[in-house]
């Protein structure tokens, strides 16, 4: 448990915690990850909508 | 208490990302997918890193299965859970989810919290503010990463005050949320 509170705010993790939780971009240029985005962000449909319940939310 | 739909909205770095906006932009057919999707692209743009719990992929899992019981079973979904027939298209749909997942994602600087590193502070939100436990755990990693805001259609984090964590949301919830903020 690397955080702390000070005057009722929690801090962030430490630099050294969070920068190995932190990932770089998986693709090289900027538009290999704009297609990226592109590509998650488009055309999956589904039949049904989904509600905040469906995700374990109230 | 900010809408997302502003062109000129500024993003702190890192901005944490919750599952009701991750989904919403993922899913072409969501009501708020044409307010979601172009607000990750912002997101991407403005060059932020993004924050985001471990909890995100299981709510992702658990909606993507939930999606195949009730497109078998409509409004009968939560009784039939053990509904052995809906696995094979729960299946198929959680591939397709998880891989949208990880380009996105993979597309940004991300900050990925595991629950170990939050669980204390999340149960305090919970007990402090009310906020239901994914809610708390959402936004305790959002403060543990660093990110002074969280983009999410959920209007229960407004229940933190804005000095701990504030709201970026669609425009038709910023009342509601201002409206929950503690005062």
Redesign the interface.
Known sequence: ???K?TNG??D??SPE??AE???????KTLEE??A???????????????T?D????? | MFAIEEEELLLPDPIALD??FV?E???????LHGVC?PS??SI?ESGV?VATSELLRV??A??AF??AL??RW?GQWRRQRTDGRSRPRAGR?LD??LI???????????????L??????AT?FMTAYGL?S??AAHA?SA????AEAIVTI?T?FALLPS??LMVYTDRSRVASCRGKRPR
């Open positions: 448990m690397a955080t509170q705010r929690p962030r993790l915690r969070l939780l932190t990932h770089p971009p998986a693709y990850r704009r990226a985005l592109k590509q998650a962000t488009e055309g999956f449909r589904v039949k049904v909508r989904v905040p469906m995700y374990g939310r109230r | 599952t009701s989904v932009a993922l899913i072409a057919t969501q009501p999707s990750s692209h991407f890193s709510e992702l658990e909606a939930a999606i009730k497109e409509a749909l397709h989810t949208r997942h990880d380009k996105m994602l993979g597309s940004l600087t991300h900050i990925s919290i595991p170990g590193d939050i669980t204390t502070v305090s239901a994914y809610d305790a403060i543990a990463a660093g959920d229960a000095s701990m």
